[in-house]
């Protein structure tokens, strides 16, 4: 099966009218390369397409209603076709992001979720931005994306989600501890402003978010950590930040998370595109 792919590089906002005339519904697959400043947010919008979100330099933070996923540099984000997200970028970012139609393909996950971006698959993405939209099948073009959607299906899903609870009241809990990372008020404390019993808070915010309150805080906390060093943040000032006591005990609690240091996190090698 043929999977026609378009050639876009630019700068541009993905809400912009002329940005989602460049993507065909028609087309199977396309691939852009993108670049951002720092700080700069793209609103939120949704695409008829599936998209893999991956950046070589930067780290992208997007949210959706159901939780955010936090996506450093070796790392992507797989976004099922017609949901809204916002995009928030951290550090210069250098977007590579391939859409594919998910009808035309079954080796593609089936939830939205970030996955390790293995070397090869890198190259792929890269390499699939300057594929011109009139190869053949049977082509090296042809074979390269298929390659892609293959390694695509291998990837191992990370633990970079923060899912979010359909309840406002614990909506606004979680609102603050995004906002302020650092917060230090006990269960006991948010279960008496809710008026409700430590249990049942415990017992609601399991249900809606598939994590225990203090699970949840410890990742939200990480996952505000990795932007904050994308940034360029010092580690010691990000673990004050965070709440952490010593850098020491954040660095601990990161490598248990993530499988390494802060430091080494970031230092998976960049490939130029």
Not at 182 to 207: D, P
Request: net charge positive; proline share 6%; aromatic share 8%.
């Amino acid at each position: 099966m043929s999977v026609p792919i378009a050639k876009l590089t630019f700068l541009m906002d993905c809400t912009s009218p002329a940005f989602q005339e460049l993507l065909p519904v028609t087309a199977r697959a396309m691939a852009l390369a993108v670049d951002y400043a720092h700080g700069h947010v793209i609103s939120v919008h949704r695409h008829t397409h599936a998209q893999l979100l991956y950046a070589i330099e930067g780290v992208m933070t997007i949210e959706a209603q159901g939780g955010r996923w936090v996506v450093p540099p070796t790392r992507g984000v797989w976004l099922q076709p017609g949901i809204a997200h916002q995009v928030r970028m951290s550090g210069a970012v250098k977007m590579r992001t391939v859409f594919i139609d998910c009808a035309s393909s079954p080796l593609l996950p089936r939830h939205s979720c970030v996955l390790d971006i293995s070397p090869l698959l890198r190259q792929l993405i890269v390499a699939a931005v300057d594929i011109a939209p009139d190869f053949t099948e049977g082509s090296r073009d042809w074979h390269l994306l298929q390659l892609l959607l293959h390694e695509l299906d291998s990837l191992p899903v990370l633990p970079l989600y923060l899912p979010l609870p359909v309840d406002a009241r614990l909506r606004g809990i979680c609102a603050r501890l995004m906002a302020q990372p650092g917060e230090q008020q006990t269960v006991a404390h948010w279960a008496q402003a809710l008026a409700i019993t430590e249990r049942s808070l415990h017992r609601l915010f399991q249900k809606q978010t598939g994590m225990r309150f203090g699970q949840w805080r410890q990742q939200a906390r990480l996952l505000r950590a990795l932007e904050q060093l994308a940034h360029g943040s010092k580690v010691i000032d990000v673990a004050m930040e965070n709440g952490y006591t010593s850098q020491s005990a954040f660095t601990a609690m990161f490598k248990k998370h993530f499988g390494t240091t802060p430091t080494a996190f970031y230092q998976a090698k960049v490939i130029a595109a």
